[in-house]
């Protein structure tokens, strides 16, 4: 198997408000071609550090993927280093001269004499077109594999990767097929989730097994590596399927760019169905993930951040004794809240959002992290209560979210009357 | 100046889904102390090349923190990797071993063999009390300076670096000062923000300035670094004094950890004001950013996420014909909308948003990606309208929400009615 090591190169990157994600983007394309990231670095615009950890990745590493230090400034140094670091010439490139001042004549913006630094290429190497930006991209076969240099924007580097990089580097590395196999679970901890499938994974170390977790959202990734493409989807079957038994409908979705309210927006679709959504202590979390989804029109018909009692009295036509009685945050206003949203949007479903989020607020009963959420519907209204630990405001807030989400999810997998739009 | 370099140590952390971002907690102690980094890595969990970074950045770097692989387990190799880069050997701390079998009493549960390995330290090395985690951390002086290990989980990694690394390594660094000014900003572009600004900052090696950058939201950042706090501050003042004048209201703090909801909240809190909005294409973002905020319920009264035509009609009243004659996203609707909003709210503001988040929808006046937003208060209403480069629905809307709550922090900013709460 081929190792690569990618370099970020740029002080910014050595800040502690900045992190290098550029190189996420380019691994993913790396294990797709079955080649292993074995190092990554960042190195800050300093040319004789730059240069060493160049020279040192190209004695150990079959393929050297730099990113950034292409631009026109004089910090822009990453073509300097690998000249060095090779011993090769810089070599001024007539054909990117001329890219240059013609897209620089495109946008119609005169061309600082900067700019000429970046038709400049390392002896030998191949430009590599930048389609969103004025810094070509450059490919160099070594001894050992081919070094590559990305630049930093991520618009510019993703299609450079996409269009350019992949199918130079393809015929660099032995043919070996990598399969990735994920589920997307919620309704779950962390801890629990390995409990329960780690005696399935530990077993293999092909697939290699990982979990990811984010609030309220965990992510299960199995990757196979193989000779065939049917050699490394069978590993994927043969550890995915017992996990996928294990695991029953706390997967929301096995497509690992699908988030919960795609899976939601597309049940509601596919049952020709709407929600509406009543929130308190979500504040308007609920609506935005539901209409973060291109095309959310189609279903979403309006919500409700009914954050004081007023509001819920008045916009949602909730009965004061109710909350008199009751609390605004009780399993009683929860429901009438679904249902009252239900009835003015006149949708399918409706969700609703009642806690207590913090930092302050709660009750004996009820303490700071007491979330109730309901789900009206067809047939009928439900309403859970859940309590996530307190002292975390946001958190709690995306946990419910996602919570509500997921009651939403569960509710259009059960057989529902005829679906048809209200 | 000292230099350091940061190892983080895990297969998991070369994988496409993971970034390390303990190492930018390291990094913001790191210059606390004055201490510049000047490179960090990420290796896999494989004891050769452990070793050989180990032993490469000793020699060059004056400060080595290594991050994870501290565990019980067998892949855990940093404490194995740091004792054959120096030539040392492991020994078993009788001291660590009775603080292991101590915590694992405390919490009632069985002490696997495997755990014994956290108890060996590398010969000469001080342990650092893990106050949230069986793995002690590890210091040690070198010839250059002093090497520290670090546990992997964030919890454990802080509460080290705060209680016990800091005062380590105080002493191993020359007094040096490190002072920071930030900026954060919205209403201009990256571009233009560099424009203005860079004649002033571009003459200065220090303080260093960083410009940081998301959807709507920039941040420059000035590092100055001296002998004291008076000279640090003095050249703070020197770079960032015209900085400041030539962003004028751009910048809406200078609190680095303050997001725009939260200047909009306190300015809010000052007036005694209240606010509430109505949101089409931000589909309920705004209301989340404002109650983002602990304490929001004391002035954010509620929102209305009016998506389709029909709710703008029924919940907030806007009349049919105004739809009909200027549409939905226009500057009539967004100033409707607002004004209903703060009617049914009884609020002292109203924000609204109207426009063509995408990816289809628009018109040739009003093609995807504008934005009609408007602010109704004591003193009238007003619409602004904006326009943003089409394509990214996710990006339309995170701009318009910014831009919303940007209107509102400006008409705060103005004289307004005595501040009453409506």
Avoid: W
Avoid at 48 to 60: F, G, V
Wanted: aromatic letters at 4%.
């Amino acid at each position: 198997m081929k190792d690569a090591e990618i370099i970020a190169v740029g002080t910014e990157l050595l800040t502690p408000q900045r992190v290098d994600t550029n190189s996420l983007f380019v691994t993913e394309y790396l294990n797709l071609l079955g080649v292993d990231l074995v190092r990554k670095q960042v190195i800050g615009d300093d040319l004789p550090r730059l240069t060493e950890a160049i020279s040192t990745a190209l004695k150990r590493s079959h393929i050297v993927v730099l990113i950034g230090g292409l631009g026109p400034t004089e910090d822009d140094l990453t073509r300097e280093a690998v000249a060095a670091a090779m011993g090769r010439k810089l070599m001024l490139s007539l054909e990117q001269e001329s890219v240059l001042i013609n897209r620089f004549r495109q946008i119609n913006r005169p061309m600082a004499k900067n700019n000429l630094r970046q038709a400049y290429l390392v002896e030998g190497a191949e430009a590599m077109p930048n389609a969103n930006g004025t810094a070509p991209g450059q490919f160099i076969y070594t001894d050992r594999g081919a070094l590559a240099m990305l630049p930093g924007p991520p618009r510019e580097l993703k299609t450079m990767v996409e269009r350019e990089l992949y199918h130079r580097l393809r015929p660099v590395v032995p043919p070996q097929v990598i399969r990735v196999r994920s589920f997307r679970i919620t309704g779950i901890g962390e801890s629990d989730l390995d409990t329960l499938i780690a005696p399935v994974y530990t077993k293999y170390t092909n697939p290699v097994t990982t979990v990811l977790s984010s609030p309220g959202d965990l992510f299960v990734h199995l990757k196979a590596t193989a000779q065939t493409e049917d050699q490394a989807d069978a590993l994927l079957r043969e550890v995915g399927n017992p996990i996928a038994e294990l695991l029953g409908d706390r997967v929301y979705t096995e497509n690992a760019s699908e988030p919960l309210e795609g899976v939601v927006g597309r049940l509601l679709r596919k049952h020709h169905a709407t929600v509406a959504v009543a929130e308190s202590c979500t504040g308007g979390l609920v609506s935005s993930r539901l209409t973060d989804q291109g095309g959310s029109s189609d279903y979403f018909l309006g919500g409700y951040v009914t954050y004081c009692d007023a509001q819920k009295i008045e916009t949602l036509g909730i009965s004061r004794e109710l909350i008199g009685k009751h609390s605004a945050v009780s399993e009683e206003a929860a429901k009438a809240m679904a249902e009252a949203a239900r009835n003015k949007a006149r949708s399918t479903f409706a969700l609703s959002t009642t806690g207590y989020a913090g930092p302050s607020g709660g009750t004996d009963f009820d303490p700071v992290g007491t979330v109730y959420l309901g789900v009206a519907g067809p047939n009928g209204t439900r309403v859970i209560r859940v309590r996530y630990g307190s002292g975390d405001r946001l958190r709690v807030r995306l946990l419910a979210t996602q919570a509500s989400l997921d009651l939403l999810r569960k509710t259009l997998a059960e057989p529902i009357a005829a679906g048809l739009r209200r």
